[in-house]
């Protein structure tokens, strides 16, 4: 989808700030199962401002961040190149221009519901080494507290096409189909954000589906927001509770 290139232009800052990471519990994982040592090299598909990138940096891999869209690429270049493993390009998950057997590991993390699913798995697996795995991993907002429920309304009562791209479109069948023949495997980590209503705010606003300021609608979103911040704040903040889910596996 072309759109889906462009339509995080102008949620940068926000999205730097405001998105959840990734738990580090996730690398002693990848390490234990599936022998992804330091000395492997990863290209991280879909990197937007580097959150995934920066989870395998500061455990020392080296990596390589794709991604196509210029504001998103700069930002994670500016956040991240102090790290002397990190490489970033201009391409896509469905035409990467790396080289052919150069890496050992994909990571996309809260990007491979994006891709081309047939044309990015010719890819990967002109990519990868021998025994190379494809890490997939969303941080997926919970819907268990009573806070949790009435966001997701609030969202799907003022966001416009949230419906259409929301991740969750990709579910264990469309994942089975991409790896098939292969297995695969599910890890789920817990994972947790708190904020102020600043911080609130900004996390709502880095999604690509909701009203930006100077559009119509956000006074509307905004005022529902706060009323909703004020009903379940406790000490100045609310918490957002995800379950992070992991899907490896190989493409044969």
């Known amino acids: 989808m ?16 405001y998105r959840p990471g990734y738990p580090v519990e996730i690398i002693s994982y990848l ?12 290209a ?12 395998f940096l500061q455990a020392g891999y080296s990596v390589t961040a794709v991604e196509p869209n210029k ?3 700069e930002k994670a270049i500016a956040l991240l190149s ?18 052919d ?12 519901h994006w891709f081309d699913r047939e044309r990015c798995k010719t890819e990967f697996k002109r990519l990868l080494r021998k025994d190379g795995i494809v890490v997939l991993m969303w941080n997926e ?10 966001y997701e309304a609030l969202v799907l009562t003022h966001a416009r096409d949230y419906v259409k791209v929301d991740h969750r479109n990709i579910d264990e069948e469309h994942i089975a189909q991409f790896f098939y023949p292969q297995p695969f495997q599910l890890r789920i980590f817990p994972n947790q954000q708190t904020f102020n209503f600043e911080g609130l705010l900004g996390r709502l606003l880095s999604s690509s589906y909701m009203p930006q300021r100077e559009d119509d609608g956000f006074k509307q979103m905004n005022s529902a927001l706060q009323f909703l911040f004020n009903k379940y704040r406790e ?3 609310v918490h957002i509770g995800y379950d992070t889910k992991v899907y490896v596996g190989q493409v044969a």
């Open 44 to 55: 991280d598909i879909g990197a937007g401002t580097g959150i995934s990138s920066e989870l």
């Open 235 to 237: 000490n100045g903040t």
């Open 141 to 150: 907002r919970k819907l268990s507290s009573p806070f949790e429920k009435e």
């Open 31 to 42: 390490r234990q199962e599936y022998s992804l040592t330091i000395d492997k090299t990863i």
């Open 82 to 99: 102090a790290y002397p493993g990190f490489n970033a390009v201009n391409s896509t998950a469905e035409n990467t221009t790396l080289a």
């Open 71 to 73: 504001e998103m690429r």
């Open 2 to 17: 072309e759109n889906s290139t462009t339509r995080f232009s102008n949620r940068v800052e926000d999205y730097v700030k």
């Open 101 to 112: 057997n150069s890496v050992d590991a994909i990571i996309a993390g809260q990007a491979f």
